[in-house]
């Protein structure tokens, strides 16, 4: 053999080894289990914090813990790595997608784990009161982050402007007509901001008292509480213009909309709890949260994410990944989660504790959101729901709110779509 | 063609405005810090030169881990195709041979198909052979190059036969005649090959971004672009460190070696 | 030649072959079987015969991702022979000014589409933006650059016109530099001015590396991925759909890998058929 061949049979034995190092697969020894989460920024820095807790003490499993994008994106990638044979033990995922994932297998029933039967968690947020008929299933799913959609306002401008905090949605349109601030062309504050999305499609929907998915199966969107939902954007976009028209898809939009607000460019702001601390804390004006203007009922869909464990992991990590789990579901991790987020506390014993110690006197914010569980409106343990949500609503009201397109046809048009395979 | 003067230099300097400011900006931004962002987003100049982006970025994702996942992969990736196109290229050039016009064609068609059309059947198969996540599915898809064949190819049809049958005659094996006496001879050749390979795969980010989920083994092309989806608030003075660690390494390559890639690209490189 | 071993030709090519053959043309064919079937990865497979391909069709996806990714590429294409001519034309001197003016228009050659693509992200943002700011201070009218429907397909195009003028003044400079200086004299010694000098001499030899760059930075455009998924996710309403993204978005997104199968059969063909064309029109020649 000559030298060059010998030289690169050295060169590649050394870049086998670092070829090892490089392969992710490699897992070392002990309980070891992966979650792939998808928050950044403040959620982020509480869960490596919570994780480092955990980790200190050595008995435990580690958690090696890969940020893999917003929210979509981790789940587009979680199913994709089940088929390719690389799914993690542990991962949260939306409340519409659980019943699809369910049915399809992919998810670890959790009941034969020791201590599934007294996670005490709060039902609303948790598997028995997110679905219709949650309880009677399998256990798939803890709640992680769970939030409400509520209203952000900004108190002073609405004083200034001599309104009230809107009680309904007729208030809601006066209200913004009376906040809303041209200059010439150009709209210097905006009355109303909303992300365009399906989930807060859905709160006006259900607040209309409608239904997505009727009794039966049969995707109706809504019917005509779907339709008025819609139209209510509509006027306020097109008609009364006093609605920042939507930028962006996804987390683009909310990222926009909740910068608007904070700066002082929208006076009224629907989002998630879950921002209640960012909000809170980089406002330079008094943040008021209030419930949801409602229409004929008092309903709200939850959001944020549930843990769940794939059935498609080793048994050792699952077993890894439900120590965690149970782990995070104690009072103190779930109290700390929720004060340090604005996420709704997921067990009954952090609702008494804070409660107890004054913290919801001294956060009226935190209070209001709390108040919303009371209202839970659950999704159908519907499979399709996911899809209905991605690829029919979503497109569906980006399109027909950037365009104006009547409500009630836009609507008609998504339902024969949702029969489609 | 001599414009006037004064016009050129002023349309140049215009050009080169264009084309120098965005990085300029880039670097700008990657100096500034959170609060100065959100108060006056377009500051000519940060508040105070500071690299507190690029350490928050170093401390939250593993950045140091993507630099070397994504060296190690575009230098395997360069380096395997400048091995494999060798032998085949004076294979295809100098052999008679039966299936010698089959093979030619082979790489002539896969020349033709790009990554974009393969990889959903290529993820599938990776990802039933339990390949995914790891460096094998990064390099291997990639270490036969049709462009590299044929290039070399080209090439070796121009180097005298009498220089392979002297050197066969002296007891030269095939491996010696291919890497210790064509790869000399082809040095401009795989030069720019390795080049245009090095830096394509540096930069790719549709491959990993398909292949890998597991953070041990993302490169700095994916990486950066993590860094964007936050979700409350996009802090661009991150992002634009980010994005500076991510090209600083080719523009490094381009300031040494701009001449060989200018060659690179004129003599039909992609 | 004749091969010293018999075995040897294939020896030397067989990891070439292999990889090709497994990387490049088994793919082809797994993608044309997924085609005829609907699966989501996590459920048995179904078989559903032509159903994707018409319904692809149907629902008017096929169409969107073709006339978005055809309209994409013509801005580019156009933009980048255009404004690669005009560089070319205007740098084509000696000087330090010129060569450094030439490296950083090429430079963007090498850098990541990521970095061009958030970079670019960050100067036309809505609010912050360097471009938007300046818009303003110039008192022209705001626009929503990648967020309205009808401007997002054409920032892309700019932002990827950017990237590869660069490219495209390299071959162009190439082109001018072999065009022998003789033909200049002649034609200025039969009276010719300038303008008619390009005419007559500098237009007509430019014309391979014109076709040159055109194949390439359509075949290229075809296949934009990056600025898609970072920019825009194909939106806002699909605007911004193109051909390999909406391939993404199916797989990954949607999880229809019959349906991305599909489009995957349509898009090889495509990119394919154009990149045989340009095979056809330069094989073996240098453009330098």
């Known amino acids: ?421 | 063609m001599k414009p006037r003067f004064p016009v050129a230099a002023l349309v140049s300097a215009v050009v080169a405005l264009v084309w120098v400011g965005p990085y300029t900006w880039m670097a700008i931004t990657s100096f500034k810090t959170l609060p100065e962002l959100l108060d006056n987003p377009t500051a000519l100049w940060p508040d105070a030169l500071t690299f507190a982006a690029y350490r928050e970025v170093w401390a939250t994702v593993p950045m140091a881990r993507y630099l070397l996942n994504t060296a190690v992969m575009a230098v395997l990736i360069a380096v395997l195709q400048i091995a494999l196109a060798l032998p085949a290229g004076f294979a295809l050039a100098k052999l008679d041979f039966v299936g010698r016009r089959a093979a030619f064609g082979l790489v002539l068609v896969c020349l033709l198909i790009p990554a974009q059309a393969t990889f959903v059947p290529v993820f599938l198969m990776l990802g039933q052979a339990g390949l995914i996540n790891t460096m094998a599915a990064l390099v291997l898809p990639f270490g036969a190059s049709a462009l590299g064949t044929f290039l070399v190819r080209q090439a070796c049809l121009s180097i005298p036969d009498e220089l392979i049958e002297a050197a066969r005659l002296d007891g030269a094996g095939d491996l010696h005649i291919v890497y210790r006496l064509l790869a000399p001879a082809l040095k401009p050749t795989l030069a720019a090959l390795f080049l245009l390979s090095f830096v394509f795969h540096w930069n790719d980010y549709f491959w990993p971004l398909v292949m890998t989920t597991d953070d041990r083994i993302r490169t700095v092309p994916v990486g950066i672009a993590l860094l964007r989806e936050q979700g409350s608030g996009v802090r661009w003075h991150l992002v634009m460190a980010g994005n500076v660690i991510l090209s600083a390494p080719t523009l490094v390559v381009f300031a040494i070696a701009q001449r060989h890639l200018v060659r690179a690209v004129t003599t039909r490189g992609f | 030649m004749k091969p010293a071993r018999p075995h040897e030709p294939y020896l030397l090519l067989l990891p070439t072959v292999l990889l090709l053959t497994l990387f490049f043309l088994v793919p082809f064919f797994v993608a044309a079987k997924e085609s005829l079937y609907s699966w989501d990865l996590l459920t048995p497979r179904t078989y559903v015969g032509l159903a994707n391909y018409r319904l692809l069709w149907e629902r008017g996806e096929l169409w969107r991702a073709f006339r978005n990714t055809l309209a994409y590429s013509a801005v580019v294409v156009s933009g980048a022979l255009v404004l690669g001519l005009l560089l070319a034309l205007l740098l084509d001197r000696k000087g330090r000014l010129a060569a450094f003016v030439r490296g950083t228009v090429f430079s963007a050659y090498v850098v990541s589409w990521v970095a061009v693509a958030l970079l670019f992200m960050w100067m036309l943002d809505g609010e912050a933006g360097v471009v938007t700011r300046v818009v303003v201070a110039l008192g022209l009218p705001k626009k929503n650059w990648l967020g309205d429907p009808a401007v997002a397909l054409y920032t892309l195009a700019v932002v990827s016109i950017w990237k590869i003028a660069g490219y495209s003044m390299i071959v162009f400079l190439a082109g001018l530099q072999d065009i022998p200086p003789v033909l200049y004299e002649a034609a200025a010694l039969d009276g010719a001015g300038r303008i008619m000098r390009f005419r007559s001499v500098t237009w007509p030899a430019l014309g391979p590396s014109a076709a040159f760059v055109a194949t390439t930075s359509l075949i290229l455009s075809f296949q934009a991925f990056d600025v898609v998924r970072i920019m825009t996710q194909g939106g806002p309403v699909h605007a911004t759909q193109l051909f390999v993204y909406a391939i993404y978005e199916q797989i990954f997104l949607n999880l229809r890998v019959g349906r991305a199968s599909a489009l995957t059969v349509l898009f090889g063909v495509l990119v394919f058929s154009l990149a045989a064309l340009q095979l056809r029109l330069f094989r073996g020649r240098g453009v330098a």
């Open chain 1, 1 to 421: 053999m000559s030298s060059r061949v010998s030289r690169r049979s050295v060169l590649s034995a050394s870049l086998a080894s670092a070829l090892g190092a490089c392969d992710a697969r490699l897992a070392g020894g002990g309980e070891r289990a992966a979650l792939w989460y998808s928050y950044g920024g403040k959620n982020r820095e509480v869960l490596e914090r919570l994780l480092a807790r955990f980790h200190r003490d050595p008995q435990r499993p580690r958690i090696d813990a890969t940020f893999q994008g917003d929210y979509f994106e981790s789940l587009a990638k979680v199913r994709t790595a089940i088929a390719a044979g690389a799914a993690p033990a542990l991962t949260h995922v939306v409340a519409e997608v659980v019943p699809y994932l369910a049915e399809a297998g992919a998810l670890e029933p959790l009941d034969r784990y020791e201590g599934a039967a007294d996670l005490d968690l709060v039902p609303g947020i948790a598997q028995s009161g997110t679905y219709l008929g949650g309880a009677e299933r399998p256990l798939v799913a803890v709640p992680f982050n769970r939030s409400v959609p509520v209203m952000y306002v900004n108190k002073v401008m609405l004083e200034r402007a001599g309104v009230g905090i809107p009680q309904n949605w007729a208030e809601l349109r006066a209200g913004a007509n009376a906040l809303t601030l041209r200059r010439g062309t150009e709209v210097a504050v905006w009355g109303f901001e909303c992300p365009v999305s399906w989930w807060f499609w859905v709160a006006l929907l259900a607040s209309a008292g409608g239904k997505v998915v009727d009794a039966s199966g049969e995707v109706t969107l809504g019917g005509d509480a779907g339709v008025r939902a819609l139209d209510l954007w509509q006027t306020l976009i097109h008609r009364d213009r006093v609605m920042r028209p939507p930028l962006g898809r996804d987390y683009n939009a909310w990222q926009v909309t909740t910068q608007d607000f904070l700066s002082g460019r929208a006076a009224i702001l629907w989002s998630s709890a879950a921002f209640l601390r960012y909000i809170e804390e980089s406002a330079r004006f008094p943040v008021t949260v209030a419930p949801l203007p409602r229409d004929v009922r008092h309903a709200v869909p939850t959001g944020g994410t549930l843990f769940v464990i794939l059935r498609a992991a080793e048994e050792r990590e699952k077993r890894a990944a439900w120590q965690f789990l149970r782990w995070m579901t104690e009072r103190e991790q779930t109290t700390e989660w929720s004060t340090s987020t604005g996420y709704l506390p997921a067990t009954r014993a952090a609702v008494h504790e804070l409660t107890r110690t004054g913290y919801y006197d001294a956060h009226p914010s935190d209070k209001v959101v709390l108040g919303e569980l009371d209202a839970i409106e659950p999704w159908p343990w519907s499979p399709t729901l996911f899809r209905v949500q991605r690829e029919i609503m979503d497109p569906l009201l980006e399109n027909a709110v950037l365009e104006g397109t009547d409500a009630a046809r836009a609507l008609e048009k998504g339902r024969r779509e949702a029969l489609l395979p």
